[in-house]
Protein backbone atom coordinates (compact mmCIF):
# COMPACT_ATOMS: atom_id res chain seq x y z
CA UNK A 1 0.00 0.00 0.00
CA UNK A 2 1.09 3.59 -1.09
CA UNK A 3 2.08 6.26 1.95
CA UNK A 4 -0.58 8.41 0.00
CA UNK A 5 -3.09 7.70 -2.33
CA UNK A 6 -4.45 10.29 -5.07
CA UNK A 7 -6.51 10.35 -7.98
CA UNK A 8 -4.76 11.05 -10.80
CA UNK A 9 -7.71 12.04 -12.83
CA UNK A 10 -8.05 13.75 -14.88
CA UNK A 11 -10.85 15.57 -13.80
CA UNK A 12 -12.39 17.82 -16.06
CA UNK A 13 -14.84 20.37 -15.21
CA UNK A 14 -16.84 23.67 -16.41
CA UNK A 15 -16.11 27.24 -15.10
CA UNK A 16 -17.79 28.07 -11.68
CA UNK A 17 -17.85 24.71 -10.67
CA UNK A 18 -17.30 23.27 -7.46
CA UNK A 19 -14.12 20.98 -7.54
CA UNK A 20 -12.94 18.76 -4.67
CA UNK A 21 -10.02 17.07 -4.93
CA UNK A 22 -8.59 14.15 -2.07
CA UNK A 23 -6.09 12.15 -0.56
CA UNK A 24 -5.85 9.19 1.84
CA UNK A 25 -2.62 8.02 3.72
CA UNK A 26 -1.86 5.34 6.11
CA UNK A 27 0.72 6.51 8.10
CA UNK A 28 -1.36 7.98 11.05
CA UNK A 29 1.73 9.85 12.10
CA UNK A 30 1.65 12.34 9.72
CA UNK A 31 0.90 16.19 11.08
CA UNK A 32 1.84 18.12 8.36
CA UNK A 33 -0.68 18.28 4.99
CA UNK A 34 -0.16 20.71 2.19
CA UNK A 35 -1.26 21.18 -1.59
CA UNK A 36 1.02 21.90 -4.10
CA UNK A 37 -0.02 23.32 -7.84
CA UNK A 38 1.97 22.37 -10.56
CA UNK A 39 1.13 23.92 -13.79
CA UNK A 40 2.72 22.50 -17.09
CA UNK A 41 6.18 22.81 -17.10
CA UNK A 42 6.41 24.71 -14.13
CA UNK A 43 7.79 23.24 -10.49
CA UNK A 44 5.25 22.68 -8.00
CA UNK A 45 4.34 25.90 -5.76
CA UNK A 46 2.72 25.91 -2.44
CA UNK A 47 -1.18 26.62 -2.25
CA UNK A 48 -2.39 25.43 1.10
CA UNK A 49 -1.03 24.57 4.68
CA UNK A 50 -2.61 22.90 7.31
CA UNK A 51 -1.50 21.78 10.20
CA UNK A 52 -2.89 18.66 12.20
CA UNK A 53 -7.27 18.41 11.39
CA UNK A 54 -9.49 20.77 10.57
CA UNK A 55 -10.50 23.33 8.04
CA UNK A 56 -8.79 26.32 6.44
CA UNK A 57 -9.97 28.71 4.45
CA UNK A 58 -7.92 31.03 1.65
CA UNK A 59 -10.02 32.70 -1.03
CA UNK A 60 -11.88 30.20 -3.02
CA UNK A 61 -9.66 27.48 -1.77
CA UNK A 62 -10.58 25.20 1.31
CA UNK A 63 -8.08 22.86 2.68
CA UNK A 64 -10.06 19.91 5.45
CA UNK A 65 -7.87 17.68 7.11
CA UNK A 66 -9.39 14.05 8.78
CA UNK A 67 -6.86 12.38 10.62
CA UNK A 68 -9.79 9.96 11.72
CA UNK A 69 -10.16 8.73 8.92
CA UNK A 70 -6.75 9.47 7.21
CA UNK A 71 -7.89 11.63 4.04
CA UNK A 72 -7.18 15.43 3.08
CA UNK A 73 -9.29 17.17 0.77
CA UNK A 74 -9.23 20.28 -1.25
CA UNK A 75 -12.34 22.40 -2.75
CA UNK A 76 -12.13 24.66 -5.13
CA UNK A 77 -15.13 27.19 -5.47
CA UNK A 78 -16.26 29.04 -8.81
CA UNK A 79 -13.09 27.04 -10.17
CA UNK A 80 -11.53 28.99 -13.31
CA UNK A 81 -9.88 28.25 -16.39
CA UNK A 82 -6.70 29.48 -14.31
CA UNK A 83 -7.00 26.47 -12.23
CA UNK A 84 -6.34 23.99 -14.53
CA UNK A 85 -3.38 22.65 -13.45
CA UNK A 86 -1.90 19.48 -11.47
CA UNK A 87 -2.88 19.41 -7.54
CA UNK A 88 -0.56 17.46 -5.56
CA UNK A 89 -1.24 16.67 -1.99
CA UNK A 90 1.79 16.19 0.60
CA UNK A 91 2.14 15.38 4.42
CA UNK A 92 5.45 15.06 6.71
CA UNK A 93 5.72 14.54 10.13
CA UNK A 94 5.55 11.83 12.87
CA UNK A 95 7.42 8.88 12.10
CA UNK A 96 7.91 9.35 8.50
CA UNK A 97 10.07 12.06 10.29
CA UNK A 98 11.28 15.31 8.05
CA UNK A 99 10.55 14.13 5.04
CA UNK A 100 7.71 15.41 2.89
CA UNK A 101 5.57 12.34 0.72
CA UNK A 102 3.69 13.57 -2.16
CA UNK A 103 0.98 12.10 -3.93
CA UNK A 104 0.94 11.19 -7.23
CA UNK A 105 -1.13 14.48 -8.30
CA UNK A 106 -4.50 15.07 -9.80
CA UNK A 107 -4.64 16.78 -13.18
CA UNK A 108 -7.67 19.31 -13.57
CA UNK A 109 -9.38 20.62 -16.14
CA UNK A 110 -11.55 23.54 -16.36
CA UNK A 111 -13.11 24.42 -19.62
CA UNK A 112 -14.60 28.01 -20.24
CA UNK B 1 14.53 37.13 -6.46
CA UNK B 2 15.20 34.80 -8.23
CA UNK B 3 14.75 31.27 -5.75
CA UNK B 4 15.22 28.35 -7.10
CA UNK B 5 17.20 28.24 -10.36
CA UNK B 6 18.09 24.53 -12.49
CA UNK B 7 20.14 24.55 -15.47
CA UNK B 8 19.70 23.09 -18.26
CA UNK B 9 15.76 22.80 -18.89
CA UNK B 10 16.33 20.13 -21.39
CA UNK B 11 18.89 17.55 -22.34
CA UNK B 12 19.09 14.40 -23.95
CA UNK B 13 21.89 12.00 -23.19
CA UNK B 14 22.82 8.30 -24.64
CA UNK B 15 23.35 5.71 -22.92
CA UNK B 16 26.35 5.47 -20.94
CA UNK B 17 27.12 9.11 -20.31
CA UNK B 18 27.27 10.91 -17.58
CA UNK B 19 26.01 14.75 -16.57
CA UNK B 20 25.39 16.94 -13.79
CA UNK B 21 22.16 19.09 -13.20
CA UNK B 22 22.88 22.61 -11.92
CA UNK B 23 20.55 23.90 -8.61
CA UNK B 24 21.24 27.33 -7.14
CA UNK B 25 18.88 28.86 -4.67
CA UNK B 26 19.47 32.98 -3.46
CA UNK B 27 17.34 32.64 -0.25
CA UNK B 28 19.93 31.63 1.99
CA UNK B 29 18.00 28.08 2.83
CA UNK B 30 19.83 25.07 4.69
CA UNK B 31 17.35 22.75 3.32
CA UNK B 32 17.77 21.46 -0.26
CA UNK B 33 16.50 18.30 -2.38
CA UNK B 34 16.74 16.33 -5.30
CA UNK B 35 13.53 14.87 -6.94
CA UNK B 36 12.21 12.90 -9.41
CA UNK B 37 8.60 13.18 -11.32
CA UNK B 38 7.47 10.20 -13.30
CA UNK B 39 4.33 10.56 -15.18
CA UNK B 40 1.46 8.89 -12.52
CA UNK B 41 3.93 8.61 -9.72
CA UNK B 42 4.74 11.70 -7.72
CA UNK B 43 7.13 13.38 -6.43
CA UNK B 44 10.23 11.00 -5.38
CA UNK B 45 13.40 12.37 -3.44
CA UNK B 46 16.62 11.33 -4.77
CA UNK B 47 19.02 13.13 -2.04
CA UNK B 48 18.53 16.27 0.69
CA UNK B 49 21.44 18.60 2.16
CA UNK B 50 20.96 19.82 5.60
CA UNK B 51 23.39 22.21 4.99
CA UNK B 52 26.67 22.89 3.34
CA UNK B 53 28.52 19.80 3.61
CA UNK B 54 26.05 17.95 4.48
CA UNK B 55 23.93 15.22 2.33
CA UNK B 56 22.20 12.26 2.68
CA UNK B 57 20.52 9.52 0.08
CA UNK B 58 16.46 9.82 0.14
CA UNK B 59 14.17 7.06 -2.10
CA UNK B 60 15.82 6.37 -5.19
CA UNK B 61 19.60 7.27 -4.96
CA UNK B 62 21.00 4.79 -6.78
CA UNK B 63 22.80 5.96 -10.14
CA UNK B 64 23.01 9.95 -8.51
CA UNK B 65 25.37 11.65 -6.91
CA UNK B 66 25.21 15.17 -4.87
CA UNK B 67 27.74 17.36 -3.59
CA UNK B 68 27.16 20.55 -1.30
CA UNK B 69 29.94 22.29 -0.80
CA UNK B 70 28.27 25.93 -0.31
CA UNK B 71 24.58 26.76 0.70
CA UNK B 72 23.33 27.76 -2.42
CA UNK B 73 24.52 25.16 -4.89
CA UNK B 74 23.59 21.56 -4.55
CA UNK B 75 24.46 19.62 -8.07
CA UNK B 76 22.90 16.54 -9.18
CA UNK B 77 25.50 13.81 -10.65
CA UNK B 78 24.11 11.53 -12.95
CA UNK B 79 26.84 8.78 -13.86
CA UNK B 80 26.82 5.84 -16.85
CA UNK B 81 23.07 7.60 -17.56
CA UNK B 82 20.58 4.49 -17.81
CA UNK B 83 17.24 4.31 -20.04
CA UNK B 84 15.02 4.44 -16.43
CA UNK B 85 16.38 7.72 -15.30
CA UNK B 86 13.89 9.10 -18.16
CA UNK B 87 12.34 11.64 -16.15
CA UNK B 88 11.95 15.21 -14.91
CA UNK B 89 14.44 16.66 -12.21
CA UNK B 90 13.18 19.22 -9.67
CA UNK B 91 15.49 20.95 -7.38
CA UNK B 92 14.18 22.35 -4.15
CA UNK B 93 14.33 24.65 -1.20
CA UNK B 94 13.11 25.16 2.31
CA UNK B 95 14.66 27.43 5.18
CA UNK B 96 13.29 24.51 7.75
CA UNK B 97 12.09 20.68 7.86
CA UNK B 98 8.70 19.78 8.96
CA UNK B 99 5.51 21.70 7.73
CA UNK B 100 7.47 24.26 5.84
CA UNK B 101 7.40 25.49 2.54
CA UNK B 102 10.02 23.94 -0.58
CA UNK B 103 10.12 26.43 -3.05
CA UNK B 104 10.97 24.37 -5.91
CA UNK B 105 12.21 25.15 -9.16
CA UNK B 106 11.59 25.13 -12.88
CA UNK B 107 12.97 21.50 -13.39
CA UNK B 108 15.16 19.51 -15.97
CA UNK B 109 13.60 17.49 -18.25
CA UNK B 110 16.08 14.30 -19.34
CA UNK B 111 15.63 11.92 -21.78
CA UNK B 112 17.98 9.23 -21.69
CA UNK B 113 18.38 7.12 -25.13
Known amino acids: QKEVEQDPGPLSVPEGAIVSLNCTYS??????FMWYRQYSRKGPELLMY????GNKEDGRFTAQVDKSSKYISLFIRDSQPSDSATYLC????????????FGAGTRLFVKA | NAGVTQTPKFRILKIGQSMTLQCTQD?????MYWYRQDPGMGLKLIYY???????DKGEVPNGYNVSRSTTEDFPLRLELAAPSQTSVYFC????????????FGQGTRLTVV
Open chain 1, 27 to 32: NSAFQY
Open chain 2, 27 to 31: MNHNY
Open chain 2, 92 to 103: ASSIATLGTEAF
Open chain 2, 49 to 55: SVGAGIT
Open chain 1, 50 to 53: TYSS
Open chain 1, 90 to 101: AMSGGTGGFKTI
